[in-house]
């Protein structure tokens, strides 16, 4: 995945913003969702299906046709297109990286190879200019490649699979649930509910947009504020400032977060007091 497509976004944002750059902008900028990165890999998915189409696939590929035509442009929870369209990328990614690496694998196998996130380019590269001398024997042409890695891609995850799901109930939100557990809720599971937050299904991705949100990550924090404007300034955590799971402070300002609703930097009235005596 190319981590520069996300700073190319979020210095698009920061150039179409109204200067001065004021603290709701910034929110606005670091709750941005749209799949900019994956826009030509949906064109190049339509293609591939629309081939599988021509050759008379007409169950398996009308089924993605009728999924990729709701794409949103967005990593949004309810966007089946979305998972469907990463899911192709990486199909045809590791297809490609580990075809271009066989040789040196056979040499030594021991030897970890990991895809680089600048292998974007190349890839792409590759994918307009399709040498044929690098392909794979297994694989005829190009096309087969990219039609190999759409079928791939159909297969349902664990998360969708389990559950009977079919291509278009299997959305991002259903494998990209956010699950922030803590420490002691792995050794103590009864005790999970009192110390987990919510599974909630935010809007996000890995890691091409300025939303980063995965699983088991994602913005520890989104703060932003003006000196001298602090009563404009907002502060988002995935948690409350209290340790103690039955404060009702303890989940304060999560719900927040999840929704990207902005929540004062400034502290409000006093509720409590906590008076140390020697």
């Known amino acids: 995945m190319d981590r520069g497509a996300r700073a190319a976004q979020i210095h698009a944002d920061l150039e179409e913003a109204p200067p001065p750059l004021a603290p709701l902008e910034s929110l606005r900028i670091q709750l941005d969702d749209r799949a900019v990165f994956?826009?030509?890999?949906?064109?190049?998915?339509?293609?591939?299906?629309?081939?599988?189409?021509?050759?008379?696939?007409?169950r398996s590929a009308a089924a993605a046709q009728a999924v990729l035509v709701r794409w949103s442009g967005?990593?949004?929870?309810?966007?089946?297109?979305?998972?469907?369209?990463?899911?192709?990328?990486?199909?045809v990614e590791?297809?490609?990286?580990?075809m271009l690496v066989a040789p040196a694998r056979r040499e030594d196998r021991d030897f970890v190879f990991e895809?680089?996130?600048?292998?974007?380019?190349?890839?792409?590269?590759?994918?307009q200019a399709r040498p044929f001398h690098l392909l794979a024997a297994a694989y005829t042409d190009w096309d087969a490649l990219l039609d190999q890695a759409f079928i791939a891609s159909e297969r349902l995850p664990r998360e969708c699979a389990s559950e009977r799901m079919d291509l278009a109930s299997c959305t991002w939100g259903r494998v990209n649930a956010v699950r922030v557990a803590h420490p002691l809720s792995a050794a103590l599971p009864l005790l999970?509910?009192?110390?987990?937050m919510p599974t909630v299904a935010p809007p996000g991705a890995h890691h091409d947009m300025p939303r980063i949100q995965g699983p088991d990550f994602g913005a520890s924090e989104r703060f932003s504020v003006s000196p001298g404007h602090e009563k404009d300034g907002?502060?988002?955590m995935p948690g409350g400032e209290s340790g103690h799971p039955l404060s009702p402070y303890y989940r304060a300002g999560f719900d927040a977060w999840v929704e990207g609703r902005p929540t004062p930097l400034l502290p409000g009235p006093a509720m409590h007091e906590l008076v140390l005596s020697p």
């Open 74 to 91: 967005h990593a949004a929870p309810d966007d089946a297109a979305f998972r469907l369209t990463l899911a192709f990328r990486q199909e």
């Open 94 to 98: 590791t297809r490609v990286f580990y």
């Open 192 to 196: 999970h509910r009192f110390l987990d």
């Open 38 to 58: 994956l826009e030509r890999w949906r064109a190049l998915l339509g293609q591939v299906i629309e081939r599988a189409l021509e050759r008379g696939n007409d």
């Open 234 to 236: 907002y502060l988002h």
């Open 115 to 127: 895809i680089s996130p600048s292998f974007e380019g190349p890839l792409w590269r590759l994918l």
